[in-house]
């Protein structure tokens, strides 16, 4: 790992997943989540206050991130809820099958190498009635804005940790065998346009 993978994109990702309106997207989804929670791309436990600890048993953390997984020892202290690391990539969970009462995805899906891999893994450890709750950007409907995100997508993957711009986030999803039960689609006001179009919903096994 380099050392701007490990020393600065922790930071410039916490920065920027953290502003005003992103947060208030986690404060909606995070709440939801129950039981065993499976969180995937945790980063700096950003999520952690918003989790409602009479309704989580545990949590375990996907990052394989050691500079996020440091940068989140201080949301960690202040938090009643247990968080047991996995320290590996989202396309090796290493859980078993329908462990996982919850899979939470917030801003992690665009990051993620081989998608496809990785949501087939979620699907196997969620419970037949489990939830995968989800909160990410994506590709934009207006043909003005994506054209703008498939021609910087290839420069913005190298200085934000391989995150796209671009991925049709409940397309991804629905060809998981996921079925998305709720989906709000929107743009983030006073955003930019290229990174604020987002998937905001939950889905069960088919």
């Known amino acids: 790992m380099s050392f701007y993978e490990e020393k600065v994109l922790p930071h410039l990702i916490n920065f920027a997943c953290g502003s005003p309106p992103i947060l208030k997207l986690r404060e ?23 989790y409602n600890s ?12 050691e500079g996020m997984r440091k940068k989140a020892q201080k949301n960690l202290n ?16 290493p859980l078993e099958d329908g462990s996982v009462d919850t899979v939470l995805l917030t801003f992690t899906l665009c990051t993620i190498p081989d998608w ?3 949501l087939e893994q979620m699907h196997r450890v969620l419970k037949p009635q489990g939830k995968l709750l989800f909160c990410e950007h994506g590709k934009a409907p207006d043909q003005k804005t994506l054209s703008w995100q498939n021609r910087v997508n290839p420069y913005w993957k190298k200085i934000a940790g391989g ?26 006001p006073k955003l930019p346009r290229l990174t604020s ?5 939950s889905a069960t096994k088919k």
């Open 78 to 93: 202040a938090s009643s809820i247990e968080v047991k690391w996995l320290a590996l990539p989202g396309e090796r969970i």
């Open 28 to 50: 909606r989804i995070v709440p939801l989540c129950q039981g065993r929670v499976l969180e995937v791309g945790m980063g700096s436990a950003i999520n952690l206050t918003y």
């Open 54 to 65: 009479k309704d989580v048993e545990f949590i375990w953390g996907l990052e394989p991130s």
């Open 116 to 118: 496809k891999n990785a």
């Open 197 to 201: 179009y987002i998937y905001f919903g």
């Open 163 to 188: 995150c796209n711009l671009n991925r049709p986030i409940s397309e991804l999803i629905t060809e998981s065998n996921f079925e998305i039960n709720n989906l709000e689609a929107f743009y983030i």
